[in-house]
């Protein structure tokens, strides 16, 4: 099994990344449990890596002395996939956070893992180019960003995480750097061992560099805010816009509640809340015409599924108003309750209303408060199961016959567990439930080519 | 209540370029967008409407694309909007624009409460507001939190006085103002609307006016434009970026030490 990590492993630790091996007491709390995953742990040792070799060098030093290493990003994550679970060494690579590379000819980035999305974001706007996926949470790592796919609100046009990465450099479980994909457009040459290690939420090796691929910033982009009667109404008229061609780059639906939740959490009133549910649609394009005459046919269509008017979002104070409480509304549900856990549920954009409408009925069934929000667009729903004043027994029992009864659900309609968080620790049952046990013998079967001795991040996605 | 809330066109972003040879802002090819800080100003007027009744009207002063920046106020909220546009009011200064806008004021009819925002995202001088009131001879306030009628809270209960809570050199002040007055408001006090699709498809071109010289009272050209503008530019350029960056590496004591006395010694402490 596993050593326990002694005195002069850690000697050993402070040679390959001196000054920046915390051990014990001195490791702070937060390095034992991410924003919600429900399971802390703290790590043996918390190394702060600063480049690919010393990665390679600590992860090296772990496999010939069996010590299990967990990579933690901003620690920002919402199943405990960061969370050392096993104890061991935590390998932290926010300190990797240099932007290494802008390739103007290849249109693409290579960057460190421990980049901000937010910073990264700024760093290409700022020289007119774009990467489109946009998770809410911006103070993420784009490593941890990697790890698990991120989707984020720009899916619908664009796509997520995984299609804007062309190449990695990664370190395998005992040392080894190999580099995956690269500056290529095209790549058909073997297993799509890149894609593979995209999504693998740390299981498979350590990211140590990212190409990404660049679009050229699109040169405007307006938002509508749809208020609508009921939720009902609002989520209906997804598929007829989906149907209708228009290409939104988002398509968010919001409900009051939620909203009142975001005014209370930022102190700051949100530009309209006469209506219960409201759907947000974002337009983006190369010139002003093109997205006038696109935002004007989605405002009409808008009215004539019954939205009660179409709020113009077209600056960037405006811009402000309503996206940072869009963005806030993790963050505030949870200011909301005592606690909580959640469903990132996905299900085929068809069967959105469907399924939320199925949210309420399960809310009402299980006696749990299930506020929730999401991307109305892509099929990926956000929803919250709160404890409010429930003890934890009660809580618990009844957070498990609503995620049986939600993911159930999410099957029979042929979604999935994990639209874009990822399985980490807290969602295992139900990747395994859902997938049988082929799928899962496939995945771990996987899991053990790449790390034979189940070293690095233990206890997660399949094992 | 009948409000008229001024507004202006501003350029749609931060990054606007100066023509290095005429030191003039490049506004073609430029989106623009209504002034951020007009946002709050209208957005208390559309309240104050809503709670006495009345209506909101906007008036702005520039070339003829300002009209757009006049649709949309009418897709906010307003009854209905002018806007002052003559090749003759062109290059003028802060005191010509006053009294323009004052000179479109008188001809626009009567107005209880004229709102202002607290400066513009392009001029930056925040005092064409003051100047216009000084023009008109009615009092008026800058900074403006909060307003309501008087007669509202039972404190010198008339009801052609404004109760108006203000931001004056560090303090809060409440004054009551007469009306007609005007009120430059505080940027941040409210969470402005959005322009209104339904409203927008609604808007007839007999809502907006145009102005000219013609329709001004006073029609001696020389009071407008770049004839009437004591100011002259002399030159305009972006300010230079320092990019000196210093770094301390020493141990934290030493450090806040020597911030302390930086601090001290360029007297921000």
């Known amino acids: 099994?596993?050593?326990?990590?002694?005195?002069?492993?850690?000697?050993?630790?402070?040679?390959?990344?001196?000054?920046?091996?915390?051990?014990?007491?001195?490791?702070?709390?937060?390095?034992?449990?991410?924003?919600?995953?429900?399971?802390?742990?703290?790590?043996?040792?918390?190394?702060?890596?600063?480049?690919?070799?010393?990665?390679?060098?600590?992860?090296?030093?772990?496999?010939?002395?069996?010590?299990?290493?967990?990579?933690?990003?901003?620690?920002?994550?919402?199943?405990?996939?960061?969370?050392?679970?096993?104890?061991?060494?935590?390998?932290?690579?926010?300190?990797?956070?240099?932007?290494?590379?802008?390739?103007?000819?290849?249109?693409?980035?290579?960057?460190?893992?421990?980049?901000?999305?937010?910073?990264?974001?700024?760093?290409?706007?700022?020289?007119?180019?774009?990467?489109?996926?946009?998770?809410?949470?911006?103070?993420?790592?784009?490593?941890?960003?990697?790890?698990?796919?991120?989707?984020?609100?720009?899916?619908?046009?664009?796509?997520?995480?995984?299609?804007?990465?062309?190449?990695?450099?990664?370190?395998?479980?005992?040392?080894?750097?190999?580099?995956?994909?690269?500056?290529?457009?095209?790549?058909?040459?073997?297993?799509?061992?890149?894609?593979?290690?995209?999504?693998?939420?740390?299981?498979?090796?350590?990211?140590?560099?990212?190409?990404?691929?660049?679009?050229?910033?699109?040169?405007?982009?307006?938002?509508?805010?749809?208020?609508?009667?009921?939720?009902?109404?609002?989520?209906?008229?997804?598929?007829?816009?989906?149907?209708?061609?228009?290409?939104?780059?988002?398509?968010?639906?919001?409900?009051?509640?939620?909203?009142?939740?975001?005014?209370?959490?930022?102190?700051?009133?949100?530009?309209?809340?006469?209506?219960?549910?409201?759907?947000?649609?974002?337009?983006?394009?190369?010139?002003?015409?093109?997205?006038?005459?696109?935002?004007?046919?989605?405002?009409?269509?808008?009215?004539?599924?019954?939205?009660?008017?179409?709020?113009?979002?077209?600056?960037?104070?405006?811009?402000?108003?309503?996206?940072?409480?869009?963005?806030?509304?993790?963050?505030?549900?949870?200011?909301?309750?005592?606690?909580?856990?959640?469903?990132?549920?996905?299900?085929?954009?068809?069967?959105?209303?469907?399924?939320?409408?199925?949210?309420?009925?399960?809310?009402?069934?299980?006696?749990?408060?299930?506020?929730?929000?999401?991307?109305?667009?892509?099929?990926?729903?956000?929803?919250?199961?709160?404890?409010?004043?429930?003890?934890?027994?009660?809580?618990?029992?009844?957070?498990?016959?609503?995620?049986?009864?939600?993911?159930?659900?999410?099957?029979?309609?042929?979604?999935?567990?994990?639209?874009?968080?990822?399985?980490?620790?807290?969602?295992?049952?139900?990747?395994?439930?859902?997938n049988g046990g082929r799928l899962i013998g496939l995945m771990s079967g996987i899991k053990a080519v790449f790390d034979p001795k189940g070293l690095l991040n233990p206890g997660k996605v399949c094992r | 209540m009948k409000i008229l809330a001024c507004v202006k066109q501003v350029p749609g972003t931060s990054r606007v370029e100066i023509d290095p040879v005429t030191g003039v802002l490049k506004r073609d090819g430029v989106s623009s967008k209504l002034n951020p800080y007009d946002l709050y100003s209208l957005e208390t007027g559309f309240q104050l409407a809503e709670k006495y009744g009345g209506e909101v009207y906007t008036l702005t002063m520039g070339p003829g694309q300002a009209k757009t920046a006049v649709r949309e106020t009418l897709a906010m909220g307003a009854s209905g909007g002018t806007v002052i546009s003559d090749r003759r009011f062109a290059g003028a200064d802060v005191l010509a624009t006053s009294y323009t806008l004052a000179q479109g004021v008188r001809s626009a009819g009567e107005f209880d409460l004229i709102l202002c925002g607290k400066q513009t995202t392009d001029g930056d001088t925040a005092q064409v507001g003051p100047e216009l009131a000084e023009h008109l001879g009615i009092p008026h306030v800058t900074n403006v939190l909060e307003v309501r009628l008087a007669g509202e809270e039972g404190a010198g209960g008339n009801r052609s006085r404004l109760w108006v809570r203000a931001l004056r050199d560090g303090l809060i002040v409440e004054q009551l103002v007469a009306m007609p007055c005007l009120l430059c408001m505080e940027d941040g006090v409210n969470t402005p609307r959005l322009p209104s699709f339904r409203r927008q498809k609604m808007i007839t071109e007999d809502q907006i006016g145009v102005m000219t010289l013609d329709d001004m009272e006073d029609r001696d050209e020389r009071s407008y434009g770049l004839s009437g503008s004591p100011t002259q530019v002399v030159r305009m350029f972006p300010p230079q970026k320092r990019d000196g960056k210093e770094v301390w590496d020493g141990p934290e004591e030493e450090s806040a030490e020597r911030i302390f006395d930086l601090l001290r010694e360029r007297k921000m402490i």
């Open chain 1, 1 to 434: 099994m596993y050593h326990n990590i002694e005195e002069k492993d850690i000697r050993a630790l402070r040679g390959i990344a001196p000054g920046r091996v915390l051990a014990g007491e001195e490791i702070g709390e937060d390095y034992g449990h991410d924003e919600l995953g429900g399971i802390s742990r703290m790590p043996d040792v918390l190394v702060k890596v600063l480049t690919t070799e010393e990665v390679s060098a600590v992860m090296a030093y772990a496999y010939a002395h069996d010590i299990p290493v967990t990579v933690r990003g901003a620690g920002t994550g919402l199943v405990g996939g960061c969370i050392a679970v096993e104890g061991g060494i935590l390998l932290e690579t926010t300190a990797m956070n240099k932007i290494l590379e802008l390739d103007e000819d290849n249109l693409t980035l290579t960057v460190q893992p421990g980049v901000l999305l937010m910073d990264l974001a700024a760093y290409v706007e700022e020289r007119d180019y774009f990467y489109p996926p946009d998770p809410g949470e911006k103070t993420a790592t784009i490593g941890g960003n990697i790890s698990t796919n991120a989707g984020g609100m720009r899916a619908v046009k664009y796509g997520v995480t995984r299609d804007y990465v062309r190449g990695l450099t990664v370190v395998l479980p005992d040392g080894e750097i190999v580099k995956l994909g690269g500056k290529v457009v095209k790549n058909s040459s073997g297993y799509a061992l890149k894609d593979l290690m995209i999504g693998s939420e740390g299981t498979l090796g350590v990211i140590t560099e990212a190409i990404l691929k660049l679009l050229p910033l699109p040169a405007l982009s307006v938002s509508l805010l749809a208020p609508f009667e009921t939720m009902e109404k609002a989520i209906e008229a997804v598929p007829a816009i989906i149907r209708s061609r228009a290409v939104p780059t988002a398509i968010e639906y919001l409900s009051r509640e939620t909203i009142l939740y975001a005014e209370e959490y930022l102190g700051k009133q949100f530009p309209d809340k006469s209506s219960d549910a409201y759907l947000l649609l974002t337009v983006d394009g190369g010139s002003l015409a093109a997205v006038d005459g696109e935002t004007e046919s989605l405002a009409e269509l808008c009215l004539s599924l019954g939205a009660k008017d179409v709020y113009i979002v077209d600056t960037e104070e405006r811009r402000s108003s309503v996206w940072t409480a869009r963005g806030a509304f993790l963050e505030a549900i949870k200011a909301s309750t005592t606690e909580m856990d959640e469903c990132d549920v996905v299900v085929p954009r068809s069967h959105v209303a469907e399924f939320i409408r199925y949210t309420k009925q399960v809310a009402a069934e299980v006696g749990l408060r299930l506020p929730g929000f999401g991307h109305a667009g892509d099929g990926n729903l956000h929803i919250y199961l709160c404890r409010d004043e429930l003890d934890r027994e009660e809580f618990e029992a009844r957070l498990a016959r609503a995620f049986d009864l939600l993911y159930g659900r999410a099957a029979e309609l042929g979604g999935q567990v994990s639209g874009e968080h990822g399985i980490g620790w807290a969602k295992k049952g139900y990747l395994a439930r859902q």
